[in-house]
């Protein structure tokens, strides 16, 4: 799946409203160096706003992706219904250094910009801090024991930073086994 499919170019696009669907395959994935995503039913649908001077585009990311999840190991599907924005700015002036990535620069010659980057960004900041299978635990795939044991091993300060007592609790659930 190429990432030219992406390309927005503005000369063939009229103002006002438009409408566009992309269907996002794993192989979109894979232009990023991806490997994580296995299986993907994703839909982005991109209503792009235009006037001479600005393109405003409004990404509606809904569908799910087949993952692994991080704690269990097991195969499952994670959802995902998103919204971002991107702007784009028609002018030669030169984007300053500090202003939010979420804004682009385009100068009146360069007329195409590539989306692909930002669609990709978008799906990444949609999903879970950390990804895992719908109720860790309470399925087969997830050994509870197993899972309080990676949880103690992957936050080591965490009893020191902020007491807790279910870290005391896991903590004498582990010594006396
Ligand atoms: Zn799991």
């Not at 503005?10 to 296995?38: C, M, W």
């Not at 993907?40 to 209503?47: G, K, P, R, Y």
């Amino acid at each position: 799946m190429s990432l030219k499919e992406f390309d927005i170019e503005l000369s063939k696009i009229r103002n006002g409203q438009n409408h566009y669907t992309y269907r996002l395959e794993p192989a979109f994935f894979e232009n990023f160096d991806n490997h994580t995503v296995k299986s993907s039913n994703m839909e982005i649908a991109l209503e792009l706003d235009k006037s001479d001077r600005l393109v405003n585009l409004r990404f509606n990311i809904k569908g799910s992706l087949g993952l692994d999840c991080e704690k269990c190991l097991a195969a499952y599907q994670q959802p995902v219904d998103h919204v971002s924005f991107l702007i784009v700015k028609i002018t030669d002036e030169e984007q300053p250094k500090d202003e939010e990535d979420e804004i682009i620069y385009l100068s009146r010659k360069e007329n195409c910009f590539n989306i692909g980057q930002h669609i990709y960004d978008f799906v990444l900041l949609a999903l879970p801090f950390v990804k895992t299978c719908t109720e860790p635990g309470n399925l087969p795939e997830c050994d509870r024991e197993m899972l309080a044991k990676l949880e103690l091993l992957s936050h080591p300060d965490t009893n020191e930073a902020e007491p807790d007592e279910r870290w005391s609790k896991l903590k004498d659930f582990l010594s006396n086994n």
